[in-house]
């Protein structure tokens, strides 16, 4: 176990909704990660959080946005579901360094029909 | 071009067999290198950083050639409990984790 949980586990919502995911990082990990992985391919960085603060982002959209809390967990929002957000959401905790190891959580599987 | 390239298999090999495969990044300025193993529906988990002069955990070796951009992983005497998909990762060193789409391992019976 990595000690970063991820709720829920899986979720169906419908094209034009709102979701939010959550995810509660490693004891000690200030750093949290969201990356987004669609079936068959590698997972995509959608953006990470420092210490409360979105610290980069990757090539997606503004309808996907976040918050890191003072304890370190953190949200993934995303409004005005589309079918090709149905993905495997995966949240990594790390420290700040990322040459030490992310640990993810067990992700949460989104449907979008 | 994506950032990190993999051949995506799949590997299918008898237990007991070795394997290789490869992975090629694009940005020369990449500082960090690591070999990610996913199984079906789980999220990844890291199986070994990749060293500038190589390096070996048990019966997994790790290479990284720098100047032609590519990294390779070798498994030797495959086990069963080796089918998965490993996903070669770099880190430019920001804030990102770049994956490839990963490599595919069947080891069979």
């Known amino acids: 176990e990595t000690g970063v949980t991820q709720s829920p586990t899986h979720l169906i919502k419908t094209r034009g909704q709102q979701v939010t995911l959550r995810c509660s990082s490693q004891?000690?990990?200030?750093?949290v990660s969201w990356y987004q992985q669609a079936l068959g391919q590698g997972p995509q960085f959608i953006f990470q959080?420092?210490?409360?603060?979105?610290?980069g982002r990757g090539n997606f959209p503004p309808r996907f946005s976040g918050l890191q809390f003072p304890n370190y967990s953190s949200e993934l929002n995303v409004n005005a579901l589309e079918l090709d957000d149905s993905a495997l959401y995966l949240c990594?905790?790390?420290?700040?360094?990322?040459?030490?190891?992310?640990?993810f959580g067990q992700g949460t599987r989104l449907t979008v029909v | 071009r994506k950032e990190v390239e993999q051949d995506p298999g799949p590997f299918n090999v008898p237990e007991g067999a070795t394997v290789a495969f490869n992975c090629t990044y694009s940005?020369?300025?990449?500082?960090?290198f690591f070999w990610y193993r996913q199984d079906c529906r789980k999220e990844p988990k890291l199986l070994m950083s990749?060293?500038?002069s190589g390096n070996e955990d048990g019966r997994f070796t790790a290479q990284l050639n720098r100047a032609s951009q590519y990294i390779s992983l070798l498994i030797r005497d495959s086990k069963l409990s080796d089918s998965a998909t490993y996903l070669c990762?770099?880190?430019?060193?920001?804030?990102?984790?770049?994956f490839g789409a990963g490599t595919t391992v069947t080891v069979r019976a």
């Open positions: 990762v770099v880190n430019r060193g920001d804030y990102k984790l770049s």
């Open positions: 940005n020369s300025a990449s500082q960090s």
């Open positions: 004891s000690g990990h200030n750093t």
């Open positions: 990594a905790s790390s420290l700040e360094d990322l040459n030490t190891e992310a640990f």
């Open positions: 959080y420092y210490r409360e603060e979105e610290n």
């Open positions: 990749v060293y500038s």
